[in-house]
Structure formats: C-alpha cells, structure tokens
C-alpha cells in the first residue's frame, strides 16, 4: 500500500526564519512559497513549512525526530554550516555512521546522517540486541 514518505510537514513560528533556515542553511531546494507556508525538496521528498502561532517554542523531550542524508565528504562542512548557523546540538552521536543531531528555529529535532538502511541492519546483524528479528 505504502509506497514511500511522501513529505513532512512542519509547524513553524516565522515562516521568514525557517524559510531561510532550510534553503540557505540545509541547502533544501524551494519549491513554493505564499503567506503562510513553503514547500521545499529534499531529494525524493520534500518538507512543508507551515505558518502556526500554535507552534511550540522548545523542543519535546522524547527521541523523535527527521534525519536528512548527506554524502560522507560534506558532512564536517556541513556540520560547519549548521553550527555557524546557531543550530543547537540536542544529541550526540552514538549510532553508526556519521550524524549530527540538531534543532530548528523551532525546536524542531532534526539530524544529518551519512549512512542508510542496509548499513544500519548490517551494524544490527553485526551485535544485534535483545530480541531482534530481522525482515526479507
């Protein structure tokens, strides 16, 4: 049924800011843009910014969050860019492969990751903890 993620939707405070923050700071690519939102493609997906006053103004306390690739040989110049930026570290990094765990201007929990899937069930394979059952 499910073919794929289709997009991700964010509630943002200022739609100026986090505009800006994910085209000139992720390197996002705009799409659209009007009052109260924008579009912008990630790779196969793509990110809707919508304008809530509603949004919180820290970030949750729980695990979740998004993770966007980069190539290996951008990654420290990308983590370069996001912390001259002002994005703030929530999590350091104890998962295989390189990530840099960050927040949006709206507290967000966001990450970059320079591996994938096969390479994580590979690592899981490798030591895999209690109880896992791994799927054809």
Known sequence: MVKGINHVTLAVRDLEVSFRFYAEVLGLSPRARW??????????????????QATRSESLPEYTHAAFTV??????????????????????????????????PDGHKLEIHTSNLQ??????AARPPQDLILFP
Do not use: M
């Not at 009052?35 to 809530?52: F, M, N, P, T």
């Not at 994005?87 to 960050?102: I, L, T, V």
């Not at 390479?119 to 899981?124: F, H, P, Q, V, Y």
């Open 71 to 104: 190539e290996a040989v951008d990654f420290a110049r990308a983590v370069e860019t996001l912390k001259a930026a002002g994005a703030k570290c929530w999590q350091e990094n104890r998962s295989p492969g390189d990530s840099f765990y960050f927040l949006d």
């Open 35 to 52: 009052h109260k939102g924008a579009y912008l493609e990630a790779g196969e997906g793509w990110i809707c910014l919508s304008l809530d």
């Open 119 to 124: 390479e994580r069930l590979k690592t899981l």
